[in-house]
């Protein structure tokens, strides 16, 4: 079975292929084929991939070619990370809102929006030349922003393109963790679009066990996101939020924690700029490298947000990642015809009362071999739905603007978010962007 992944060197592909090399039996992947625009940065993921295939009896086979039409073709699974205008892309995109006063995230707020932007035509080219060349491919996107990919996407794929997290999987883990329940046999009630769901049940047994949670202030200081919110907040809402709702419920804070200092884009692109000097050296340790590099990276994610909350550090079991293991499980059911249940980002189909049937959402999901299946959820209160509406609208003035090529449809995108307060300063915005990222040169 052949896996075609984007972005093939991105930082971030050891994970999956590790994955790979811990899976066995019948519909294994056999091949992977690394596809970059970036030929350094492909030979020297490369290397770190052959390091750890090293002693792995039948490893996938690793390739990498610059052609996209070549990987494309014939390939069963594509697994998408690309990252358009890739790291310093994304620190003009966190520099440019600050300087505004504005988040400048790379999926929340103004910087989400710009990196949507200059994605979705790229992303949009990809779909197209899937159908054409693999119209048979399931496509796992990673690529950010997810739910505003995956739907732009599934425009031209269909049910064929899923959107992956690893933000819910980690969460429910926490919480299962918390609670002495094994994360696998839970069935976690959890809804809204990427970055900005809420866990509202954890049933067990026939049993829902998140009220306990709730009840119990010694329990919910003792996992990130009680730490993040605050137990009196979680309390308040009745829920537990995707740690990314920080930004939105203590925006003001986020602002002022990362509005000083260098931005998470700038050190990201700085340390790996590092790493992929030094791994090119034909002498270096490429994987022991890589695995130091990773280490920092895992333990400063979302550094800013837990020092504002007084949070601590990160908890050592939740420095591993994730989205990897949910790749390779929505693999499996797909190719396997094992029925598994993941939150993925699939197209809405009536789950979340108020939005189309086409807005592409985050919810729990049955998978088979005929794809995803999006299970009933509990409706959103009327505070969490509001939200997730106003999103979805910004969600849907980027495709616009993507579609079209209007300035007018990108200040919309801009104006409506609930984390920008204004049009004139969306208007500064899309003309800042525009001078520094050649991917929104067509904005007219």
């Known amino acids: 079975m052949k896996l075609t992944i984007l972005g093939g060197g991105g930082f971030r592909?050891?994970?999956?292929?590790?994955?790979?090399?811990?899976?066995?039996?019948?519909?294994?992947?056999?091949?992977?084929?690394?596809?970059?625009v970036d030929d350094r940065r492909l030979h020297?993921?490369?290397?770190?991939l052959a390091a750890q295939a090293s002693g792995v009896p039948d490893a996938p086979e690793v390739t990498g070619t610059t052609d996209l039409d070549e990987a494309l073709r014939g390939a069963d699974f594509v697994f998408s990370a690309i990252r358009v205008g890739g790291l310093e892309g994304r620190a003009h995109d966190e520099r440019i809102a600050?300087?505004?006063?504005?988040?400048?995230?790379?999926t929340v707020g103004a910087?989400?929006?710009?990196?949507?932007?200059?994605?979705?035509?790229?992303?949009?080219?990809?779909?197209?030349?899937t159908a054409r060349l693999a119209p048979d491919a399931w496509v796992i996107n990673f690529t950010n922003p997810a739910g505003l990919v995956t739907e732009a996407m599934s425009h031209h794929l269909g049910d064929r393109v899923i959107g992956i997290c690893d933000s819910p999987v980690g969460l429910g883990r926490r919480i299962a963790r918390v609670l002495g329940a094994a994360p696998e046999e839970a069935r976690i009630d959890y809804a809204g679009?990427?970055?900005?769901?809420?866990?509202?049940?954890?049933?067990?047994?026939?049993?829902?066990?998140?009220?306990?949670?709730?009840?119990?202030?010694?329990?919910?200081?003792?996992?990130?996101?009680?730490?993040?919110?605050?137990?009196?907040w979680l309390r308040s809402l009745g829920a537990v939020p995707n740690e990314y709702l920080h930004y939105y419920y203590f925006h003001r804070e986020a602002v002022r924690a990362h509005g000083t200092g260098p931005t998470r884009g700038a050190f990201l692109h700085d340390q790996q700029a590092g790493f992929y000097t030094r791994v090119s050296d034909p002498h270096a340790p490429a994987l022991d490298l890589w695995n130091r590099t990773r280490a920092e990276r895992e333990a400063t994610y979302m550094a800013e947000n837990r020092e504002t909350a007084g949070a601590g550090e990160r908890a050592e079991e939740d420095l591993s990642g994730g989205y990897e293991k949910v790749?390779?499980?929505?693999?499996r059911a797909i190719a396997r015809d094992e029925r598994s249940r993941l939150i993925l980002n699939v197209r809405n189909r009536g789950?979340?009362?108020?939005?189309?049937?086409?807005?592409?959402?985050?919810?729990?999901?049955?998978?088979?071999?005929?794809g995803a299946h999006p299970e009933s959820v509990s409706p959103l209160p009327d505070h969490a739905a509001g939200l997730v509406h106003a999103v979805k609208a910004v969600d849907r003035a980027v495709l616009a603007a993507a579609g079209s090529g209007s300035r007018a449809q990108a200040v919309k995108a801009f104006a409506l978010h609930p984390l920008v307060d204004s049009v004139n300063v969306a208007r500064r915005l899309v003309d800042a962007y525009r001078a520094v990222h050649p991917g929104l040169a067509y904005l007219g």
């Not at 600050?98 to 790379?106: D, K, M, N």
């Not at 910087?111 to 030349?129: H, K, S």
């Not at 809420?198 to 202030?217: E, F, I, N, S, T």
């Not at 790749?327 to 693999?331: D, G, K, P, W």
């Open 351 to 370: 789950t979340l009362a108020g939005l189309d049937t086409e807005a592409v959402v985050e919810v729990p999901c049955l998978v088979d071999a005929r």
């Open 98 to 106: 600050f300087a505004e006063g504005v988040l400048g995230q790379e």
């Open 193 to 232: 679009l990427n970055h900005l769901g809420w866990v509202q049940g954890l049933w067990v047994d026939g049993h829902d066990r998140l009220p306990r949670l709730l009840a119990d202030p010694a329990l919910l200081g003792s996992f990130e996101e009680g730490r993040l919110f605050g137990a009196d």
């Open 111 to 129: 910087g989400g929006i710009a990196y949507g932007l200059r994605t979705v035509p790229v992303a949009v080219d990809i779909a197209r030349r």
């Open 327 to 331: 790749a390779l499980a929505l693999m």
């Open 13 to 36: 592909v050891p994970l999956v292929y590790g994955a790979l090399l811990g899976d066995r039996g019948e519909g294994r992947v056999t091949r992977v084929v690394l596809h970059d």
């Open 44 to 48: 020297a993921i490369g290397r770190v």
